[in-house]
């Protein structure tokens, strides 16, 4: 039994969360949305896997509002903005020195923040969540501190 435990923390990481294909994207980081049920426009400013969907993040009113796609309608048009290109992308294999060993990761979610791209990635296994505290097991890195991996 402790054998199939230590396989199972060795190697959550490289399963992706969504499952074999990636499912698509509502809409394109830095796109114009609309919310629903109202003429309130904003833009998706980062997306992140979570409870089996996509979560926007949509800035709005000077907030971040985190909604699923049913709450917002894409337009197409993508704000030009000063942001350069995101080093990694959704669904790509890393590396994180978590400890004395890098660790592989999936990159599960991008956020733009301050021109400046964020990278999700689990720092513990969805299995033991029932173990876990009010903790995320989510944790968000700059690019400096992933290295990506020919998987």
């Not at 997306?47 to 089996?52: A, L, M, P, S």
């Amino acid at each position: 039994m402790i054998n199939q435990i230590v396989a199972l923390e060795s190697c959550w990481h490289s399963s992706v969360p969504w499952g074999k294909d990636m499912p698509p994207l509502a809409v394109q980081i830095l796109e114009k949305v609309f919310l629903s049920n109202s003429d309130i426009s904003g833009y998706c400013c980062g997306v992140q896997w979570e409870r089996q969907e996509w979560i926007y993040a949509i800035v709005c009113c000077r907030e971040i509002l985190y909604l699923s796609q049913k709450e917002f309608s894409g337009t197409n048009l993508v704000e030009k903005a000063p942001v350069a290109t995101p080093a990694f992308q959704l669904g790509d294999m890393v590396e994180v020195d978590f400890s004395e060993e890098p660790s592989r990761r999936t990159i599960q979610g991008i956020f733009s923040l301050k021109n400046n791209w964020l990278y999700a990635v689990e720092w513990r296994s969805p299995i033991l969540e029932e173990m876990a505290s009010a903790q995320s097991r989510i944790i968000w890195l700059a690019d400096v501190d992933l290295v990506k991996v020919n998987a």
